[in-house]
């Protein structure tokens, strides 16, 4: 009976010790569960405007595209012409919002003496929108003729277009991630 009283208090410090490091454990496994996911959350939030910018940017080069399928010689005098100068505005606007999401390479190397959003390299993203913009930019307002092959140039310019954003948002890395903690999450 005395040798219990001895090692009674030695066995509940024991017991509360396993219970402890037990609870820590799991702790930290929820701890890192938690940041995991905060993680994932910061990175979704983080590109979620470049992502929105992106989807109006490709709406436009769409919209490019089939501008190149009107025959100006059917619209009403000088339509043709304001559709051009306003996708031509728009995808102008975009190219410069693009610049906000999409820093130049290299920008205290080359042009120096301009601006400091346009000096450097332009990611490859905007250099295709900056294409389109051309495109756009030199279609016919009196003859649909030349404005068809363009069509084609426009269209291969936004898929690399959205390669490029797909890369830089690196979309399956991201949805492998998100379906990656959801499983952990339904498993918890």
């Excluded at 009107?70 to 505005?89: H, I, Q, W």
């Excluded at 389109?132 to 930019?137: A, I, P, Q």
């Excluded at 310019?157 to 492998?176: C, G, N, P, W, Y």
Aim: proline share 4%.
């Amino acid at each position: 009976m005395e040798l219990i009283k001895d090692y009674l208090p030695i066995g509940i410090a024991f017991l509360g010790l396993v219970i402890s490091v037990i609870s820590l454990r799991r702790t930290r496994i929820s701890a890192k569960k938690e940041r995991k996911i905060q993680v994932a959350t910061h990175v979704h939030t983080y590109y979620k405007d470049i992502r929105k910018w992106a989807e109006e940017t490709i709406a436009e080069l769409s919209e490019a595209a089939f501008l190149c399928e009107l025959d100006p010689k059917r619209m009403p005098d000088g339509e043709f012409y304001k559709k051009r100068r306003s996708a031509r505005a728009r995808l102008s606007t975009l190219l410069d919002q693009g610049r906000l999401f999409l820093p130049n390479l290299k920008h205290d190397i080359i042009g120096t003496w301009k601006e400091c959003a346009y000096r450097g390299l332009r990611p490859a993203a905007l250099d295709y929108l900056s294409e389109v913009y051309d495109l756009v930019e030199s279609l016919d307002y009196k003859n649909q003729t030349p404005n068809k092959p363009k069509r084609k140039q426009i269209v291969d310019a936004k898929r690399k277009f959205v390669s490029e954003i797909q890369d830089i948002l690196d979309v399956r890395r991201t949805t492998k991630e998100v379906r990656r903690l959801a499983q952990e999450i339904q498993e918890a």
